[in-house]
Protein backbone atom coordinates (compact mmCIF):
# COMPACT_ATOMS: atom_id res chain seq x y z
CA UNK A 1 0.00 0.00 0.00
CA UNK A 2 1.59 3.39 -0.68
CA UNK A 3 2.13 5.74 1.64
CA UNK A 4 -0.36 8.70 0.10
CA UNK A 5 -3.65 6.65 1.32
CA UNK A 6 -2.81 8.10 4.04
CA UNK A 7 -4.33 11.11 2.75
CA UNK A 8 -7.47 9.57 2.24
CA UNK A 9 -9.91 7.39 3.74
CA UNK A 10 -11.53 4.97 1.38
CA UNK A 11 -8.88 2.88 0.24
CA UNK A 12 -7.82 2.68 3.94
CA UNK A 13 -6.97 -0.94 3.67
CA UNK A 14 -5.14 -0.13 0.48
CA UNK A 15 -5.92 -0.88 -3.15
CA UNK A 16 -9.33 -3.09 -3.77
CA UNK A 17 -10.09 -3.67 -7.57
CA UNK A 18 -13.43 -4.70 -6.82
CA UNK A 19 -14.16 -1.13 -5.38
CA UNK A 20 -12.44 0.58 -8.20
CA UNK A 21 -14.44 -1.67 -10.69
CA UNK A 22 -17.74 -0.52 -9.13
CA UNK A 23 -16.94 3.38 -9.88
CA UNK A 24 -15.62 2.94 -13.62
CA UNK A 25 -19.57 3.61 -14.96
CA UNK A 26 -19.44 7.40 -13.92
CA UNK A 27 -18.87 9.77 -16.79
CA UNK A 28 -19.33 13.33 -17.51
CA UNK A 29 -22.98 12.76 -18.16
CA UNK A 30 -24.15 11.09 -15.22
CA UNK A 31 -22.14 12.49 -12.34
CA UNK A 32 -20.90 16.03 -13.93
CA UNK A 33 -24.21 17.66 -15.30
CA UNK A 34 -23.56 20.49 -13.14
CA UNK A 35 -21.16 22.03 -14.95
CA UNK A 36 -20.96 20.14 -18.32
CA UNK A 37 -22.38 22.69 -20.19
CA UNK A 38 -19.96 25.43 -18.76
CA UNK A 39 -17.00 23.17 -20.23
CA UNK A 40 -14.61 24.82 -23.46
CA UNK A 41 -12.39 22.99 -25.85
CA UNK A 42 -9.72 24.94 -24.17
CA UNK A 43 -9.85 24.50 -20.79
CA UNK A 44 -7.68 22.98 -18.49
CA UNK A 45 -9.15 20.64 -15.80
CA UNK A 46 -8.36 19.34 -12.48
CA UNK A 47 -10.04 16.19 -11.14
CA UNK A 48 -9.13 15.37 -7.20
CA UNK A 49 -9.04 12.30 -6.32
CA UNK A 50 -10.02 10.61 -9.78
CA UNK A 51 -10.29 7.39 -8.42
CA UNK A 52 -10.29 4.64 -11.95
CA UNK A 53 -10.12 7.86 -14.33
CA UNK A 54 -13.61 7.22 -15.94
CA UNK A 55 -14.46 10.54 -15.46
CA UNK A 56 -11.14 12.00 -16.26
CA UNK A 57 -10.72 10.12 -19.28
CA UNK A 58 -14.49 11.08 -20.46
CA UNK A 59 -14.01 14.97 -19.85
CA UNK A 60 -10.64 14.53 -21.85
CA UNK A 61 -13.39 14.35 -24.40
CA UNK A 62 -14.99 17.76 -23.72
CA UNK A 63 -11.50 20.32 -24.35
CA UNK A 64 -9.84 18.67 -27.05
CA UNK A 65 -7.93 21.31 -27.74
CA UNK A 66 -7.19 21.88 -23.64
CA UNK A 67 -5.82 19.33 -21.57
CA UNK A 68 -7.43 17.11 -18.14
CA UNK A 69 -5.08 16.17 -14.85
CA UNK A 70 -6.62 13.16 -12.68
CA UNK A 71 -4.76 13.23 -8.89
CA UNK A 72 -5.07 10.27 -6.50
CA UNK A 73 -3.17 9.18 -3.67
CA UNK A 74 -2.96 5.51 -4.47
CA UNK A 75 -0.70 4.45 -6.45
CA UNK A 76 -2.19 1.40 -7.69
CA UNK A 77 -5.41 3.64 -8.90
CA UNK A 78 -2.50 5.79 -10.94
CA UNK A 79 -1.34 2.75 -12.65
CA UNK A 80 -5.05 1.50 -13.61
CA UNK A 81 -6.27 5.51 -14.94
CA UNK A 82 -2.56 5.14 -17.11
CA UNK A 83 -3.64 1.74 -18.60
CA UNK A 84 -7.02 2.91 -19.35
CA UNK A 85 -5.58 5.73 -20.96
CA UNK A 86 -5.69 3.97 -24.96
CA UNK A 87 -4.50 6.83 -27.20
CA UNK A 88 -5.71 10.23 -25.53
CA UNK A 89 -2.91 13.01 -25.59
CA UNK A 90 -4.82 15.68 -23.76
CA UNK A 91 -5.27 13.51 -20.72
CA UNK A 92 -2.28 13.25 -17.62
CA UNK A 93 -2.21 11.43 -14.11
CA UNK A 94 -0.73 12.04 -10.99
CA UNK A 95 0.20 10.47 -7.70
CA UNK A 96 -0.99 13.34 -5.50
CA UNK A 97 -3.36 14.66 -2.64
CA UNK A 98 -5.97 16.47 -2.37
CA UNK A 99 -4.82 18.10 0.48
CA UNK A 100 -1.47 19.30 -1.18
CA UNK A 101 -2.05 19.62 -4.44
CA UNK A 102 1.27 19.94 -6.46
CA UNK A 103 0.55 22.72 -8.84
CA UNK A 104 0.64 26.30 -8.70
CA UNK A 105 -1.64 29.08 -8.04
CA UNK A 106 -3.78 29.64 -10.58
CA UNK A 107 -3.61 27.03 -13.03
CA UNK A 108 -6.81 25.36 -14.14
CA UNK A 109 -9.92 26.97 -15.67
CA UNK A 110 -11.87 23.89 -14.00
CA UNK A 111 -11.19 22.63 -10.59
CA UNK A 112 -13.62 19.27 -9.63
CA UNK A 113 -13.88 16.36 -7.30
CA UNK A 114 -16.76 13.94 -7.32
CA UNK A 115 -17.81 11.88 -3.98
CA UNK A 116 -14.82 12.54 -2.52
CA UNK A 117 -15.28 15.21 0.34
CA UNK A 118 -17.80 13.06 1.62
CA UNK A 119 -14.74 10.80 2.84
CA UNK A 120 -12.50 13.54 4.25
CA UNK A 121 -11.53 14.58 7.32
CA UNK A 122 -10.90 18.35 6.43
CA UNK A 123 -12.87 18.56 3.50
CA UNK A 124 -12.60 22.50 4.21
CA UNK A 125 -8.70 22.00 3.47
CA UNK A 126 -8.99 20.43 0.04
CA UNK A 127 -11.68 22.99 -1.20
CA UNK A 128 -8.81 25.95 0.10
CA UNK A 129 -6.34 23.90 -2.09
CA UNK A 130 -9.02 23.41 -5.15
CA UNK A 131 -9.67 26.93 -5.21
CA UNK A 132 -5.98 27.94 -4.72
CA UNK A 133 -5.05 26.23 -7.81
CA UNK A 134 -8.48 27.43 -9.71
CA UNK A 135 -7.76 30.47 -12.34
CA UNK A 136 -9.51 33.92 -11.26
CA UNK A 137 -13.03 33.82 -13.25
CA UNK A 138 -12.87 30.02 -12.97
CA UNK A 139 -14.94 26.99 -11.50
CA UNK A 140 -14.63 24.96 -8.50
CA UNK A 141 -17.62 22.15 -9.16
CA UNK A 142 -18.12 19.72 -6.50
CA UNK A 143 -20.60 16.65 -6.26
CA UNK A 144 -21.61 14.75 -3.11
CA UNK A 145 -24.29 12.14 -1.99
CA UNK A 146 -26.37 12.82 0.74
CA UNK A 147 -26.47 9.35 1.76
CA UNK A 148 -29.09 10.26 5.41
CA UNK A 149 -31.78 11.48 2.28
CA UNK A 150 -31.39 8.14 -0.44
CA UNK A 151 -34.53 5.82 -0.44
CA UNK A 152 -35.16 2.48 -0.57
CA UNK A 153 -38.50 1.05 -1.42
CA UNK A 154 -40.82 -0.76 -0.56
CA UNK A 155 -39.73 -0.95 2.93
CA UNK A 156 -39.38 -4.56 3.57
CA UNK A 157 -35.69 -4.06 1.69
CA UNK A 158 -34.81 -1.31 4.12
CA UNK A 159 -33.26 -3.70 6.76
CA UNK A 160 -31.18 -5.38 4.20
CA UNK A 161 -29.91 -2.96 2.62
CA UNK A 162 -29.62 -0.12 4.90
CA UNK A 163 -27.71 -2.52 7.00
CA UNK A 164 -25.59 -3.35 4.24
CA UNK A 165 -24.65 0.18 3.64
CA UNK A 166 -23.48 0.84 7.27
CA UNK A 167 -21.49 -2.54 7.23
CA UNK A 168 -20.34 -1.25 3.78
CA UNK A 169 -19.01 2.02 5.55
CA UNK A 170 -17.92 0.43 9.36
CA UNK A 171 -15.63 -2.17 7.21
CA UNK A 172 -13.34 0.31 5.73
CA UNK A 173 -13.08 2.61 8.96
CA UNK A 174 -14.51 5.92 6.66
CA UNK A 175 -15.23 9.11 8.12
CA UNK A 176 -18.14 9.25 5.55
CA UNK A 177 -20.45 12.19 6.16
CA UNK A 178 -23.96 11.26 5.56
CA UNK A 179 -25.21 14.26 5.21
CA UNK A 180 -22.61 15.66 2.79
CA UNK A 181 -24.50 16.71 0.19
CA UNK A 182 -26.42 19.44 2.13
CA UNK A 183 -23.56 20.93 3.81
CA UNK A 184 -21.57 21.40 0.26
CA UNK A 185 -22.74 25.01 0.22
CA UNK A 186 -21.65 26.02 3.47
CA UNK A 187 -18.14 24.31 3.06
CA UNK A 188 -17.79 26.58 -0.25
CA UNK A 189 -17.97 29.45 1.71
CA UNK A 190 -16.00 28.93 4.17
CA UNK A 191 -13.63 27.98 1.94
CA UNK A 192 -13.48 31.33 0.47
CA UNK A 193 -16.03 31.52 -2.18
CA UNK A 194 -18.61 34.58 -2.12
CA UNK A 195 -21.76 33.55 -1.30
CA UNK A 196 -23.25 34.93 -4.48
CA UNK A 197 -20.88 33.30 -6.52
CA UNK A 198 -21.89 29.66 -5.45
CA UNK A 199 -24.40 27.99 -7.38
CA UNK A 200 -26.40 24.99 -5.39
CA UNK A 201 -28.56 22.22 -6.92
CA UNK A 202 -29.50 18.81 -6.26
CA UNK A 203 -29.28 15.68 -8.36
CA UNK A 204 -30.17 11.84 -7.82
CA UNK A 205 -29.26 8.82 -9.21
CA UNK A 206 -32.33 6.58 -9.46
CA UNK A 207 -32.79 2.75 -9.88
CA UNK A 208 -35.74 1.31 -10.76
CA UNK A 209 -36.05 -0.72 -13.96
CA UNK A 210 -35.52 -4.06 -14.33
CA UNK A 211 -32.63 -2.99 -16.16
CA UNK A 212 -31.11 -0.60 -14.06
CA UNK A 213 -32.15 -2.47 -10.68
CA UNK A 214 -30.38 -5.75 -12.29
CA UNK A 215 -26.92 -3.54 -13.23
CA UNK A 216 -26.85 -1.73 -9.88
CA UNK A 217 -27.69 -5.06 -7.75
CA UNK A 218 -25.18 -7.14 -9.50
CA UNK A 219 -22.40 -4.38 -9.03
CA UNK A 220 -22.79 -4.69 -5.55
CA UNK A 221 -23.14 -8.11 -5.40
CA UNK A 222 -19.89 -8.58 -7.12
CA UNK A 223 -18.37 -6.08 -4.47
CA UNK A 224 -19.81 -8.01 -1.59
CA UNK A 225 -18.74 -11.04 -2.95
CA UNK A 226 -14.78 -10.59 -4.20
CA UNK A 227 -14.00 -6.91 -2.45
CA UNK A 228 -11.59 -7.18 0.52
CA UNK A 229 -14.36 -5.36 2.82
CA UNK A 230 -14.83 -7.62 5.65
CA UNK A 231 -18.16 -7.07 7.80
CA UNK A 232 -17.04 -8.66 10.64
CA UNK A 233 -13.35 -8.39 11.28
CA UNK A 234 -13.02 -10.99 14.53
CA UNK A 235 -15.64 -13.37 13.28
CA UNK A 236 -15.00 -15.39 9.94
CA UNK A 237 -17.83 -17.25 10.09
CA UNK A 238 -20.04 -14.06 10.93
CA UNK A 239 -18.51 -12.26 8.21
CA UNK A 240 -19.79 -15.08 6.09
CA UNK A 241 -23.07 -14.90 7.45
CA UNK A 242 -23.45 -11.19 6.59
CA UNK A 243 -22.19 -11.65 3.16
CA UNK A 244 -24.69 -14.81 2.53
CA UNK A 245 -27.35 -11.90 4.08
CA UNK A 246 -26.91 -8.75 1.88
CA UNK A 247 -26.07 -10.60 -0.99
CA UNK A 248 -29.78 -12.51 -0.38
CA UNK A 249 -30.46 -9.20 0.08
CA UNK A 250 -29.99 -7.94 -2.91
CA UNK A 251 -31.14 -10.30 -5.13
CA UNK A 252 -34.50 -10.15 -3.42
CA UNK A 253 -34.86 -6.40 -4.10
CA UNK A 254 -33.44 -6.78 -7.40
CA UNK A 255 -36.31 -9.11 -8.52
CA UNK A 256 -38.98 -7.07 -7.18
CA UNK A 257 -40.59 -4.99 -9.66
CA UNK A 258 -41.75 -2.51 -7.22
CA UNK A 259 -38.37 -1.74 -6.06
CA UNK A 260 -36.48 1.38 -6.61
CA UNK A 261 -33.35 2.86 -5.24
CA UNK A 262 -32.59 7.07 -4.86
CA UNK A 263 -29.24 8.70 -4.35
CA UNK A 264 -29.68 12.13 -3.67
CA UNK A 265 -26.51 14.39 -3.95
CA UNK A 266 -25.70 18.04 -3.57
CA UNK A 267 -23.88 20.03 -6.40
CA UNK A 268 -21.73 23.65 -6.33
CA UNK A 269 -20.20 25.57 -8.80
CA UNK A 270 -18.43 28.06 -7.31
CA UNK A 271 -16.70 31.16 -8.97
CA UNK A 272 -13.38 32.30 -8.47
CA UNK A 273 -13.20 35.97 -8.84
CA UNK A 274 -9.62 36.93 -7.74
Known amino acids: MNSNTQSQ ?8 AELSKSHKWRTVENSCKHFKNLI ?3 DVVL ?5 PGSITLDLANYVPNGKVVGIEPTRELIDECVRNTNKQTNVEFKLASGYNIPFSDNTFDIVHCHQVLIHLED ?3 VLKEMRRVCKPNGIVCCKECDPSMSAVYPEKHI ?17 TDQNMGRKLKTLALRSGFHEQDITFSVDH ?13 ERYIERITYSKEQFDKFDPIADEQLRNSFVDGWKKWIMDDEALLVFNHGEVVCLKRT
Open 9 to 16: SYYTHGYD
Open 40 to 42: KPT
Open 47 to 51: DVGCG
Open 123 to 125: PIL
Open 159 to 175: PALSSYFTKMKEANGRL
Open 205 to 217: WCYSTAKDRQLVG
